[in-house]
């Protein structure tokens, strides 16, 4: 078997990747699988080649270091400072509603995600801009369910906000799909979570290890 086949079926067809393992045997290969071999496999493995030599997968993971460093600059910029200890240099800034939404479309990291009810309790919120990218981005359900922990939040720190008849909007527009609110894993780890996920969230029909507990000690830390 060719090394790493379960990486190459993101690339390969199960008859290319047979064609390209007779290849390598020194078998006789058929004129269908030489047509495969020129027209389909080879500029693949060239562009594959290419992707190596100009060290592209390495760039790709220093973008999302410095999305972290953008993401982590502006959650201090809105009072979030439990991250990090190191001074991050000036990053691109962005509005908070655009803030929120980045992080749970784009990066939903845990540390991430525990951040957003405390942005939530400390800034003002455009709430209609809010609900706008809740249904642009049909993350109503996840915004719903932080939104709720931030009023659970704010009743235990006495602290008011004016967020419920949001709330009740991304009640009645939450989605019907079960999401894994840090992002999707693989299907064993969303099985597992099937089990494991609190009931708070479970009605949002989300799935995720976050607990009230956690939140409150981040408050605790945080406010």
Request: a positive charge.
């Amino acid at each position: 078997m060719l090394l790493g086949t379960d990486y190459m079926r993101y690339i390969f067809g199960k008859v290319e990747i047979d064609t390209i393992q007779k290849r390598l045997e020194g078998k006789k290969l058929k004129q269908t699988e030489r047509n495969y071999l020129s027209r389909s496999i080879r500029p693949k493995l060239l562009a594959a080649k290419i992707v190596t030599e100009k060290n592209i997968f390495e760039k790709i993971k220093s973008l999302n270091v410095s999305s972290d460093k953008k993401l982590i600059f502006n959650l201090s910029r809105y009072g979030y400072d439990i991250l990090t200890l190191k001074k991050i240099k000036k990053q691109e800034h962005l509005i908070l509603e655009d803030l929120i939404a980045l992080i749970i479309i784009k990066n939903p990291k845990p540390r991430f995600i525990e951040a957003i009810p405390i942005l939530l309790l400390k800034n003002k919120i455009d709430k209609f801009k809010l609900a706008e990218l809740g249904f642009k981005y049909n993350i109503c359900s996840q915004l719903g369910y932080l939104l709720e922990i931030t009023l659970f939040l704010g009743n235990i720190f006495n602290i008011k906000k004016d967020l419920y008849d949001l709330l009740e909007y991304f009640k009645k527009n939450k989605e019907k799909n079960i999401k894994n609110l840090a992002g999707k894993k693989d299907d064993d780890y969303d099985a597992f979570l099937i089990d494991t996920s609190p009931k708070r969230i479970k009605n949002w029909n989300l799935l995720g290890r976050f607990y009230d507990e956690d939140f409150i000690k981040i408050a605790e830390a945080s406010l």
